[in-house]
């Protein structure tokens, strides 16, 4: 590997600042893009579509991308700490192999959602119960064309996650930006343009991703010109366990985060098209924290990642006080905008007056949450840096666990302004949990132990060869 950035010298808060900055900037990207999407697509009207309805198909289909994302995290989760651990101790042929079979992983993770994505779309609609057929339609316009090629995105996360190990957030910042911006720009074209409605709208995001994908590949093979991506010489089962023993709690605890979601949004249609429509541009306005959340809590399992493979520990604990000195301040900086400027931000996306009076009362009811989403992805940045993936997935698993019964119970009396206190209790929970396990830790960091990975002789021979 030619390009590591080592984090484990140097001022504390201006390399954990590198490292997040690319994060933060490419998750923004992806924000931008979120909202650039619903935004179009909340202007089908203009030929001949429904908005609330196109809003709500694609609402539907996100849970189905929520889910493959959590398959994804199995293998980048476990690749991009694994490679921070042997960038931590100077071991880089055990970077090689984990980077290999991180993407070996992803591909064949990859495929096989696509094609149960094509085979079951019909089946994965029926879980809804929606009543209108004219969301189910615009569902089979998008769900195909978006599963169908998905793959891509997976293989896509494995080379995001090589990078995130080494310390190069800045590589995949602008690879990521480049194919952000290819989508913004190809969804007015697609979606009105051509009108193709939400057919266009899966086409631009596919596209963008291919797109993508070929430049992270170009990029890789030039900074690694002697290393064989996607070659099966390069398995390695010890290695691959190991990826999978840290990437598959954080991916079990994200899809059964999505499952416990869908039941939640079978709950939402009960309210009416208007309410499920409020609740998804109402999640895409709530990215400003957890996605923010979720960028930065990417920096701290790198940054925390290579100096505990270092044992570096006075450095780890420094860096998760300097994280929270950053977020908590932010997330009330959101509470305060989410709860006193909700219908402004609702009336950037459509005009329907009950969805934008649904939505109000969402953003103000969730605004609560938003400090306590920031406690647990600082604390499952830690736990996942050290390789203990399992403490904030057992945390999550449990927590998400909570809002079935909350849901049933809260909206017999408060409709669905209960749903939306279920989330908010289920978050303070998991935040409180997450503090306290962590505190615990903290304190005797030193003790804790990860196994290090034996390679075959004749790979060893191979991979520094390769160097």
Known sequence: MKKVYNVTKGPILQKLIYLAIPILLTTLSQMAYNLTDIFWIGKVDSIGLSETAAVAAVGTAAYLTWFCFGVILIAKIGTSVRVSHAVGR???????????????????????FSILTLVFTRQYLAIFNI???????????????IGGFIFVQF?????????????????NLIILAIGFVINIGLDPLFILGFRLGLSGAAIATVISQIITLIIFYVVYKRLNPTLKVFHFSNFNLDAMKKIIKVGLPVGLQSMFFTI?????????????????????IGVQIEQLTWMIASGFQTAITVFIGQNFGAKEFTRVRKSV?????????????ITAMLYFFPGSLMRIFLDETDTINAGIIYLQIISISQVFMIIESIGTGFFNGIAKSYIPSITGIVGNSLRIPLVIVLTTTLMEEGIWWSLNISSIFK??????????????LEKVKVK???????QRFNLRKNR
């Open 260 to 280: 416990i979601a869908i039941f939640v949004a079978r709950q939402i249609y009960l309210f009416g098209a208007e309410v499920v429509a409020a609740q998804r």
């Open 431 to 444: 935040a409180l949990v997450i503090f306290l396990v962590f505190a615990y830790v903290f304190s005797r």
């Open 131 to 145: 009543e209108s057929q004219t969301i189910i339609d615009y569902a089979l316009n998008y769900i195909p064309i």
């Open 90 to 112: 100077n071991e880089l042929d055990k970077v090689n192999v984990y980077a290999s079979n991180g993407l070996l992983l992803e591909a064949s993770l990859g495929i096989l």
């Open 155 to 171: 293989i896509v996360h494995g080379f995001v996650a090589i990078n995130e190990g080494l310390g190069q957030t800045k590589i």
């Open 321 to 333: 006080v300097y994280a929270a000195l950053i977020l908590v301040p932010y997330s009330l900086i």
């Open 452 to 458: 290090k990975l034996k390679l075959p002789r004749t």
